[in-house]
């Protein structure tokens, strides 16, 4: 089992209240960021482009806490920067946990062992370690831009899941990324003892000083999907929604729900959703009233949302389907019941994609046929070195 059944109960019970309600418009995870540094400098990080007199700012935990009250969610996510270099992150999540939610602490796991070993967590239902690995060993050293990040990361995996800690990856595909390894990816994590993985296209953030490694066309997106989630392996666990997966493998189309995740961070609640910046306001009430959602989604013709495919705008879409109308519960239970989708298109290109060059020399527009691996690997090394 993936997720606690106490879990999904918490989040369906919460769902189906928000709909009695009759609020059209409902977050579903809050994301908490109590700090934008990293002990990493990633290619595709949006976050850590801050000046240093910002990236030495962080929330305290009655920030946090007030916080998660007012926007009401079961779930808390906490991605960051690092939460692991908050000097008060346990403190934080303690809280949270008191308050009731669930708590996923996204982390790049550098920290992770050392932070257990100091005795900061104790292993908690609420509690679950979501680790960023964007991939196999060179595909997420790669990504970081560090080697040996990997191994670090998945030490720390097997450590804390040794002793009982619920462990999630998050992981974000970047263009040019090989289906096939994404495919042993899912075994090495599932070897590893993990939960379940989210996967989720990368976004072109404006503060992105690397604009050219993102997955920008759709059709590339779900074939990519296509080709990663079709024909799965029984043991594969994801942590996300059977239908959020098939609207990625191009199975459903959907419109962004921007609130569904809504962001609090130093600077207040971000307008109007993780990745955009349209500005930020004190409250989350403010959030919800003074954010004019109609200019988001690929309806409007916002040009900022027409190749965006990320979870944290689609999950919720995808979830609230579930919950919105008995064919959206079916298509839910069926997507869980049967989740082989057997395709053998997608096995043919799979194998035609094992034939091409992949991998970070292919990103770094390196050929394929050189005359000198070492040459190719010295180039590499630089090139990570440098970004
Ligand atoms: S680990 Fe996450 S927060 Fe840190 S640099 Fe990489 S993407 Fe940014
Ligand atoms: S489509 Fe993407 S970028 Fe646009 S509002 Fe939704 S989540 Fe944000």
């Given at each position: 089992m993936p997720v606690p059944v106490s879990q999904m109960w918490a989040v369906a019970k919460y769902v189906i209240t928000q709909k009695l309600k009759g609020r059209k418009r409902y977050p579903l995870v809050m994301q908490l960021e109590p700090l934008f540094r990293c002990n990493l400098a990633c290619a595709g990080c949006g976050k850590i482009q801050y000046p240093a007199h910002i990236l030495k700012r962080q929330l305290t935990p009655e920030q946090c806490w007030k916080a998660a009250e007012e926007c009401g969610t079961p779930v808390v996510a906490i991605p960051g920067g690092e939460p692991m270099l908050h000097p008060q992150i346990s403190q934080i999540v303690q809280g949270l946990i008191d308050r009731k939610r669930y708590v996923y602490v996204c982390?790049?796991?550098?920290l992770l062992k050392e932070k257990i070993e100091a005795g900061w967590f104790k292993p908690n239902e609420r509690l679950t370690f979501s680790v960023h690995m964007d991939g196999q060993e060179e595909h997420h050293d790669f990504a970081v831009c560090r080697e040996g990040t990997y191994k670090t990361a998945v030490e720390a995996i097997k450590f804390a899941v040794d002793r009982g800690f619920r462990v999630t990856t998050n992981t974000t595909l970047f263009e040019g990324a090989d289906p096939n390894s994404v495919r042993a990816f899912m075994d090495e994590m599932m070897a590893l003892g993990v939960e379940g993985c989210m996967l989720s296209p990368g976004y072109a953030y404006?503060?992105?000083?690397?604009?050219?490694?993102f997955m920008t066309e759709r059709k590339k997106v779900t074939d990519f999907f296509r080709m990663v989630l079709s024909n799965r392996k029984p043991h594969w666990q994801f942590n996300a929604s059977p239908l959020f997966m098939e609207y990625l493998m191009g199975k459903r189309d959907y419109e962004c729900t921007p609130w569904g995740l809504p962001t609090y961070c130093i600077f207040g609640w971000q307008k109007p959703c993780y990745l955009l910046q349209d500005g930020y306001v004190d409250t989350f009430k403010e959030l919800m009233e003074t954010t004019e959602w109609e200019r988001y989604g690929r309806k409007s013709g916002n040009t900022a949302c027409q190749q965006c495919m990320v979870h944290c705008g689609y999950e919720p879409t995808a979830v609230d389907h579930t919950f919105s109308s008995l064919s959206g519960f079916l298509a839910t239970a069926k997507a869980t019941l049967f989740?082989?989708?057997?395709d053998p298109e997608a096995e043919r290109m799979l194998a035609q994609e094992a034939t091409k060059p992949h991998g970070p020399l292919v990103q770094l527009g390196i050929s394929a046929t050189p005359k000198s691996a070492s040459a190719k690997s010295e180039r590499a090394a630089s090139t990570v070195g440098a970004a």
């Amino acid at each position: 089992m993936p997720v606690p059944v106490s879990q999904m109960w918490a989040v369906a019970k919460y769902v189906i209240t928000q709909k009695l309600k009759g609020r059209k418009r409902y977050p579903l995870v809050m994301q908490l960021e109590p700090l934008f540094r990293c002990n990493l400098a990633c290619a595709g990080c949006g976050k850590i482009q801050y000046p240093a007199h910002i990236l030495k700012r962080q929330l305290t935990p009655e920030q946090c806490w007030k916080a998660a009250e007012e926007c009401g969610t079961p779930v808390v996510a906490i991605p960051g920067g690092e939460p692991m270099l908050h000097p008060q992150i346990s403190q934080i999540v303690q809280g949270l946990i008191d308050r009731k939610r669930y708590v996923y602490v996204c982390t790049n796991a550098l920290l992770l062992k050392e932070k257990i070993e100091a005795g900061w967590f104790k292993p908690n239902e609420r509690l679950t370690f979501s680790v960023h690995m964007d991939g196999q060993e060179e595909h997420h050293d790669f990504a970081v831009c560090r080697e040996g990040t990997y191994k670090t990361a998945v030490e720390a995996i097997k450590f804390a899941v040794d002793r009982g800690f619920r462990v999630t990856t998050n992981t974000t595909l970047f263009e040019g990324a090989d289906p096939n390894s994404v495919r042993a990816f899912m075994d090495e994590m599932m070897a590893l003892g993990v939960e379940g993985c989210m996967l989720s296209p990368g976004y072109a953030y404006p503060k992105a000083p690397d604009q050219k490694s993102f997955m920008t066309e759709r059709k590339k997106v779900t074939d990519f999907f296509r080709m990663v989630l079709s024909n799965r392996k029984p043991h594969w666990q994801f942590n996300a929604s059977p239908l959020f997966m098939e609207y990625l493998m191009g199975k459903r189309d959907y419109e962004c729900t921007p609130w569904g995740l809504p962001t609090y961070c130093i600077f207040g609640w971000q307008k109007p959703c993780y990745l955009l910046q349209d500005g930020y306001v004190d409250t989350f009430k403010e959030l919800m009233e003074t954010t004019e959602w109609e200019r988001y989604g690929r309806k409007s013709g916002n040009t900022a949302c027409q190749q965006c495919m990320v979870h944290c705008g689609y999950e919720p879409t995808a979830v609230d389907h579930t919950f919105s109308s008995l064919s959206g519960f079916l298509a839910t239970a069926k997507a869980t019941l049967f989740s082989s989708y057997k395709d053998p298109e997608a096995e043919r290109m799979l194998a035609q994609e094992a034939t091409k060059p992949h991998g970070p020399l292919v990103q770094l527009g390196i050929s394929a046929t050189p005359k000198s691996a070492s040459a190719k690997s010295e180039r590499a090394a630089s090139t990570v070195g440098a970004a």
